[in-house]
């Protein structure tokens, strides 16, 4: 395959992400971590059906260990986080600083073996961050109180960006470790809901629904289909193309009836597609 598919399947992560608000918003009142164990649980299950079905369980073990500990630490890191930022900072304001992954990746890719940075790659991804942060923080307002959960949420913009740059370099490493991945964040997210949550499960079928939704999609498949894209891929065209997630997560949740549509959201996604347009020129 070429590298624009590649870079094609990776952004079907992306689209599974604009899904992430609709359901959560279906799997209330389940907590953070016993959602996010329920859901890698799910997501790693639908690995091990794909490694069995396609005789790839070997490969696990051609995977060195310090791949697994990474990667584990990339996905349930990047959560752990977030949640925790979000308890100790307003949710708008902590999601602008956590959203500042998909730049990340784009100037740390400049540090990558055979990548060329270019000023195209640059100013799309700041003109898709100016698109991303009219969504996410429309409102905000900046707290001295919430510093550390400001702090926290920078992290996790680090931890997420790093996790993926990094994957860069294991492109030998199969798609199979994400299995093992998912189903050591099920495990440290479990730990975590024991340790910092009271478990409530969900009231209705559409709760349950919600919840599959998410172990297969934005959190299950999404991460098999972003390890293709940012091994094989462009990886700076798809870091400027994940600007794209919050403004396509907005669209579904006015689709459903549970956002209005408003102006801020069409310049927002003339300014994602503007900055993704810059940055595919920038490549090509």
Not at 69 to 93: D, Q
Request: hydrophobic content about 55%.
């Amino acid at each position: 395959m070429s590298k624009n598919t590649y870079t094609a399947i990776g952004f079907i992560a992306v689209l599974l992400w604009a899904l992430l608000a609709l359901f959560t918003v279906g799997s209330a009142p389940v907590p953070a971590f016993q959602l996010n164990a329920i859901c890698f649980a799910i997501g790693g299950g639908i690995g091990v059906v794909w490694l069995l079905a396609t005789g790839n369980v070997g490969q696990l073990k051609t995977v060195p260990l310090h791949v697994y500990v990474i990667g584990t630490l990339g996905l349930f890191g990047y959560h752990f986080l977030y949640f925790s930022a979000l308890r100790l900072a307003p949710a708008a304001e902590a999601g602008l600083i956590a959203y500042l992954w998909p730049l990340l990746i784009v100037l740390f890719s400049g540090l990558l073996p055979g990548e060329t940075l270019r000023r195209g790659h640059i100013i799309g991804g700041l003109i898709g961050f100016a698109g991303a942060a009219l969504i996410v923080a429309k409102g905000a307002n900046f707290n001295a109180d919430a510093l550390p959960g400001y702090g926290l949420a920078f992290l996790c913009a680090l931890t997420w960006s790093g996790y993926s740059v990094i994957s860069r370099s294991f492109g030998a490493v199969h798609t199979a470790s994400v299995v093992v991945f998912c189903l050591a964040t099920a495990v440290l997210s479990g730990i975590a809901h024991v340790g910092l949550e009271t478990t409530v499960w969900p009231e209705t079928t559409l709760g349950w629904l919600s919840i599959i939704g998410l172990g297969v999609g934005p959190v299950g498949i999404a991460f098999f289909v972003w390890d293709v894209g940012v091994k094989q891929g462009d990886i700076q065209l798809l870091g400027v193309a994940s600007y794209a997630a919050p403004v396509l997560s907005t669209f579904a949740l006015v689709v459903c009836g549970i956002a209005e549509p408003t102006w801020v959201l069409f310049a927002a996604a003339a300014l994602i597609t503007a900055g993704a347009a810059l940055a595919a020129k920038a490549s090509a």
